[in-house]
């Protein structure tokens, strides 16, 4: 199951995988730490995070998927209302 916890630890310093999707958030493998632009820091212990990067999540950084009933659903624009 993809969106399952790996049943092995993973051992220190192995590399983390990021999933970029095209008009998505950033899948990050957890447990992480994201360094805000401030300076902060705000962690999650989740095996899986989605990371905003339309920064129309309330709950910036973490994608709270905001961003579909932003857009139109075509092309990369922004939503236009008629």
Known sequence: MPNSPSDTPRPPGARRRIKVQRRGPLLVEGPVEVELEDGTTVSSD?????LCTCRR????????TSHRARSSGT????ATKE
Do not use: I
Not at 57 to 64: G, I, M, T, V
Not at 75 to 78: F, I, L, M, S, T
């Open 75 to 78: 092309g990369d624009g922004p």
């Open 57 to 64: 999540s309330r709950r910036y950084p973490w994608c709270d």
């Open 46 to 50: 989740r095996f899986r995070v989605a």
